[in-house]
């Protein structure tokens, strides 16, 4: 693929001969971190009914809540966030996140009203979206060159561990916070007010991390730091690269921060319930496929050379097409799940490698904000997903919402696997 290509194999991070004990510390010291604050998007994604009952608003704004708070406004305003990261500590920026995340979970649960509670988890999605760039703009200057998409498949892994536990424990959580907040509010608001209290031991953990220097390239040089000139350079390739990405993107989002809530209509499933099964799906799926990807890359590398990634992502959203299908038409609970799971393996199998594609493309010097704006531009077709999703169920398919998601995620996973292939078809 064209946006990969023209940055020399290897080139970021070549400065790093050998692993220490400091670097793999940090390393899976933000994996877990970036776990613990993305499991709030699934504790949430479960907590959905409650909320919508406590607020009395309708699919298409919890629709809104799942796409442009908890994605595109917070993708958005991460942009400056890690602009500050390429000019200054990284270490710094990403103790200040993790103070910020804190307190926002907190206004979140106390929050009187819908705007409020909007804004709350609009906010403490900027310091989810704002983490993940700065954190693969370390790896490079953290990771051996010959471990790195290890380091990348890892940290993703943790990420990924850490959103399934947000789905699988969302009922322990609530029973846990029940317990322990003598509090007279609902149990939903405790949940979030318990899961605030771990970014304390984040935060001391935090301290006694590394801040690696960035190892300045050829690239950097090159582009003399511009990210207006980057972006003028490689204009094409990136484009194109976003409209696979971003296709994808819409199909996942349709479905994941909706189908707790689908699921539970559709089936009258207890919560849960659906929550421990999303859970292990969302786990297994989204750590199994790593991998997988890597064996794929590896081996489609061989013969296709950078190709063969668009390949994958393409490949993957061709196979995830039937799976929606299949999902709007199942009869019960258990086949749902089964093609959800597929439809996640398939589609997480897809954006696996995107991480080490933008590192191979950015200079040290711009790698935060490459990141961060990629992120944005995703985010903006994240936040379609949903919206989109919501509204069909509102005005066309009378709260069918299963149905709604399917019918959101099929013209997307064609679009995507339709540029893929022409990104194929540029090498």
């Known amino acids: 693929m064209a946006i990969v290509s023209a940055a020399p194999e290897g080139a970021s991070g070549a400065s790093i001969k050998a692993w220490t004990l400091p670097a793999l ?16 998007r699934g504790l949430q994604a479960i907590l959905l009914g409650p909320i919508q009952t406590s607020f ?28 500050l990261a ?18 926002l979970m907190i206004v979140s649960a106390i929050a009187p009203d819908f705007p409020l509670f909007f ?5 403490s999605g900027v310091t989810e979206f704002a983490m993940i760039p700065i954190v693969y703009s370390m790896i490079p200057d953290l990771a051996p060159e010959r471990h790195r998409v290890a380091a990348n498949l890892t940290f993703a892994a943790l990420m990924a561990a850490g959103a399934s536990a947000g789905f699988y424990y969302g009922g322990a959580i609530v029973d846990a916070a029940v317990a322990t907040i003598p509090l007279s509010v609902e149990p939903w608001r405790k949940a979030m007010l318990l899961l605030s209290a771990g970014g304390v031991p984040l935060f001391l953990l935090g301290l006694l991390t590394v801040d690696p220097p960035r190892h300045i390239v050829a690239a950097d040089v090159e582009t003399g730091g511009s990210l207006a000139l980057f972006l003028r350079e490689r204009w094409q390739a990136v484009g194109l690269f976003v409209g696979v990405a971003g296709s994808l993107m819409i199909a996942v989002q349709a479905l994941n921060p909706l189908i707790a809530l689908a699921l539970q209509r559709r089936f009258g499933a207890d919560m849960g319930v659906i929550g421990h099964a999303l859970g292990i799906v969302t786990l297994v799926t989204s750590i199994g496929c790593l991998p997988v990807a890597g064996w794929l890359d590896r081996v489609l590398r061989r013969r296709f050379g950078f190709a063969a990634r668009p390949m994958i992502m393409g490949a993957g959203a061709v196979g995830a097409i039937p799976c929606a299908i299949l999902l709007a038409v199942a009869g019960d609970v258990d086949r749902a799940l089964i093609w959800v799971a597929a439809f996640l393996f398939l589609t ?20 935060a904000r490459s990141f961060a704006i990629w992120s944005f531009v995703v985010s903006v077709f994240c936040a379609i997903g949903p919206l989109i999703a919501g509204a069909l169920s509102d005005q066309v398919l009378e709260g069918a919402l299963l149905s709604a998601i399917a019918v959101t995620a099929v013209p997307a996973l064609v679009l995507s696997a339709l540029c893929a292939a022409r990104s194929v078809g540029r090498d």
């Open 56 to 83: 009395g608003v309708s699919d298409a704004t919890i629709g809104a809540l799942q796409g442009l708070a908890g994605v595109l406004v917070g993708a958005a305003l991460a942009v400056p966030v890690a602009r």
């Open 25 to 40: 510390f940090t390393v899976a010291f933000l994996g877990v971190t970036a776990g613990v604050q993305m499991s709030d």
């Open 86 to 103: 390429d000019r200054f500590s990284r270490k710094l920026v990403l103790l200040g996140l993790i103070v910020a995340w804190t307190a």
């Open 119 to 123: 804004v709350g988890r609009a906010a």
């Open 348 to 367: 997480c199998t897809a954006n696996a490698l995107v991480p080490t594609m933008l590192q191979d493309l950015t200079p040290a010097s711009l790698r």
